[in-house]
């Protein structure tokens, strides 16, 4: 999972090989349509609101995840599973292992939690 965080954060090269073409990544971290603009191709964008959450439930008055930085993108699994970019702090977070919570969607509680404390540990970084 991680490998494939940085893969997307160096955009799209691997070992100075460009695998997947940037303009594909350019397209695929952009909304895809403007009935959900929270959402490009399979990743999660945090900078745009009045999106639709994962879950499916009513459309977003806020980012997706409102204590991370406005340009992570995300790829969010079942159960927790996630992976977080982050390009203006050259960053990329993985979290595995069993749900965070009693509701095994892609989208929970757990995202926004756990930025408010990463924002503690580090500081109120400026995202």
Do not use: C, H
């Amino acid at each position: 999972m991680l490998a494939f965080g940085q893969f997307i954060l160096q955009q799209g090269s691997w070992e100075g090989e460009q695998l997947v073409s940037k303009a594909y990544l350019e397209k695929a971290l952009q909304p895809s349509s403007s009935y959900n603009p929270a959402y490009g191709y399979l990743f999660w964008l945090n900078g745009y609101e009045g999106g639709l959450p994962p879950n499916g439930s009513d459309p977003l008055e806020t980012v997706i995840i409102p204590n991370a930085p406005d340009d992570l993108i995300a790829a969010l699994g079942y159960a927790d599973k996630k992976i977080y970019i982050v390009p203006s702090k050259n960053m990329v977070i993985v979290r595995s292992g069993g749900a965070a919570t009693d509701k095994e969607f892609a989208y929970t509680t757990f995202d926004n939690e756990l930025w408010a404390k990463l924002n503690v540990l580090f500081g109120e970084m400026s995202w």
